[in-house]
């Protein structure tokens, strides 16, 4: 089943800036903090394409204006208002460069099993390289926790010192968050996760690819997810299955089979031929 799209046009959503040698690409959408639309999508594509084929382009710098770099994609366009900083798709933006920059402010997540999804966007891949399964627990970082851990490069503090959670409180948030999320959701990502130790970037993209065109193709928990937090905001999802051992090994399958669908368009990756050698 083929999915359809729908966006309303918005203007200088995304920036582009800089000069022969540095460019920087700046998300300007600071009202939807940043979220990712199909629009802006397009052009940082087509301007980090245009980079990559630049021989004089040494530095390209993604940033954002306003409080957020980016609150993920677009699911809604009120999705984002009560998200901070990077989360979902856009911490997927920001895993694959070589310098990852953060202060005490900054808020990292990948929620997105709590609308019945699964953490994508390569997140298998950069996920998959740290200890334990931080993507089951929906629990947020901050900057000294993204460097402690290996997700952030440079730590830079700004004017104000944020206050440190309690590990009890971490804790608490991480069981809370597993406990109201989708179960199917949860194993997928267990899966996902594991599979992305033993693979590359390239790899895990297009499992993941595949597994989300079926999460948005058949019948899934995504819907219930999306009705409950987005539209009808009565937080009160019903999960089918509804509890983790009702989730079987078949039901998970499901998702990870190859695409079978003429009206699917494949997955296609550009050459990154600069940078390869250094992620």
Same mark, same amino acid.
Request: proline share 4%; charged share 25%.
């Given at each position: 089943?083929?999915?359809?799209?729908?966006?309303?046009?918005?203007?200088?959503?995304?920036?582009?800036?800089?000069?022969?040698?540095?460019?920087?690409?700046?998300?300007?959408?600071?009202?939807?903090?940043?979220?990712?639309?199909?629009?802006?999508?397009?052009?940082?594509?087509?301007?980090?394409?245009?980079?990559?084929?630049?021989?004089?382009?040494?530095? &390209?710098?993604? +940033?954002? $204006? /306003? !409080?957020?770099?980016? *609150?993920?994609?677009?699911?809604?366009?009120?999705?984002?208002?009560?998200?901070?900083?990077?989360?979902?798709?856009?911490?997927?933006?920001?895993?694959?460069?070589?310098?990852?920059?953060?202060?005490?402010?900054?808020?990292?997540?990948?929620?997105?099993?709590?609308?019945?999804?699964?953490?994508?966007?390569?997140?298998?891949?950069?996920?998959?390289?740290?200890?334990?399964?931080?993507?089951?627990?929906?629990?947020?970082?901050?900057?000294?926790?993204?460097?402690?851990?290996?997700?952030?490069?440079?730590? &830079?503090?700004? +004017?104000? $010192? /944020? !206050?440190?959670?309690? *590990?009890?409180?971490?804790?608490?948030?991480?069981?809370?968050?597993?406990?109201?999320?989708?179960?199917?959701?949860?194993?997928?990502?267990?899966?996902?996760?594991?599979?992305?130790?033993?693979?590359?970037?390239?790899?895990?993209?297009?499992?993941?690819?595949?597994?989300?065109?079926?999460?948005?193709?058949?019948?899934?928990?995504?819907?219930?997810?999306?009705?409950?937090?987005?539209?009808?905001?009565?937080?009160?999802?019903?999960?089918?299955?509804?509890?983790?051992?009702?989730?079987?090994?078949?039901? &998970?399958?499901?998702?990870?089979?190859?695409?079978?669908?003429?009206?699917?368009?494949?997955?296609?990756?550009?050459?990154?031929?600069?940078?390869?050698?250094?992620?």
């Amino acid at each position: 089943m083929a999915l359809s799209l729908t966006f309303t046009r918005e203007t200088d959503q995304v920036l582009f800036a800089g000069n022969s040698y540095v460019k920087e690409v700046i998300l300007n959408r600071p009202q939807k903090l940043n979220c990712l639309n199909y629009e802006m999508i397009r052009q940082i594509t087509r301007n980090l394409t245009s980079f990559e084929n630049d021989s004089s382009v040494k530095l &390209v710098i993604l +940033k954002a $204006n /306003g !409080k957020a770099f980016c *609150a993920g994609g677009d699911v809604k366009s009120v999705v984002a208002s009560a998200l901070i900083a990077v989360m979902g798709g856009g911490a997927g933006l920001s895993m694959n460069t070589i310098f990852r920059v953060v202060t005490e402010k900054t808020v990292f997540a990948m929620p997105e099993a709590s609308i019945g999804l699964y953490p994508d966007v390569g997140a298998s891949y950069f996920l998959s390289r740290l200890p334990g399964y931080f993507g089951l627990t929906g629990a947020q970082l901050n900057g000294a926790e993204m460097v402690a851990c290996g997700l952030a490069t440079h730590f &830079v503090p700004s +004017k104000e $010192n /944020g !206050k440190e959670r309690g *590990a009890k409180k971490w804790i608490a948030d991480a069981l809370n968050y597993m406990h109201s999320s989708s179960p199917t959701s949860l194993k997928i990502f267990l899966r996902s996760v594991r599979e992305g130790r033993e693979q590359n970037i390239e790899q895990c993209l297009c499992r993941e690819y595949d597994v989300t065109t079926h999460l948005i193709s058949l019948e899934s928990d995504f819907f219930e997810g999306a009705r409950a937090k987005l539209f009808d905001k009565d937080n009160n999802p019903v999960w089918k299955p509804s509890k983790l051992e009702l989730v079987s090994k078949e039901m &998970v399958d499901q998702f990870f089979k190859e695409i079978d669908d003429e009206d699917c368009e494949p997955l296609q990756l550009p050459h990154r031929s600069k940078i390869q050698s250094k992620l």
